[in-house]
């Protein structure tokens, strides 16, 4: 249950080509809830920090109850960071949100393997 979700998101970054150093740690609260969160460095320089505290369930979708994903340049300015803390309530889709620059907008919650895509399409283009 949630051991198989922390071993899934390690294997999918294991799996990123383009990582080139990884922090990542676990801590399981019970059967099927649990905290993670990492630190991965990129070829260019440019790191994600992450966390999410999760629910995973048997043979169910996991539900993360918080999680932030930040994406900042080798000079540790801000690219990206999505999170659903509920500082923007009136926003579309709150208390999900991307903050761009100075920029806040709505969106879906994403996960691992979405913020992890669009990193890959910054660093290929």
């Known amino acids: 249950m949630i051991d198989d979700y922390f071993r899934e998101l390690n294997d999918l970054i294991a799996a990123t080509s383009l990582v080139t150093a990884i922090i990542f740690h676990t801590e399981r609260r019970s059967e099927s809830i649990g905290f993670v969160r990492g630190d991965l460095t990129f070829i260019d320089g440019s790191r994600l920090?992450?966390?999410?505290?999760?629910?995973?369930?048997?043979?169910?979708?996991?539900?993360?109850?918080?999680?932030?994903?930040?994406?900042?340049?080798a000079d540790g300015q801000l690219i990206f960071r999505y999170d659903n803390t509920s500082h923007f309530p009136t926003l579309e889709n709150a208390p999900h949100h991307k903050h761009i620059s100075s920029e806040v907008i709505p969106t879906e919650a994403p996960d691992l393997i979405i913020v992890l895509k669009e990193i890959d399409n910054n660093l290929t283009e």
């Open 49 to 73: 920090h992450f966390r999410e505290f999760v629910r995973k369930e048997e043979d169910k979708q996991a539900i993360r109850y918080t999680y932030v994903y930040h994406y900042q340049d």
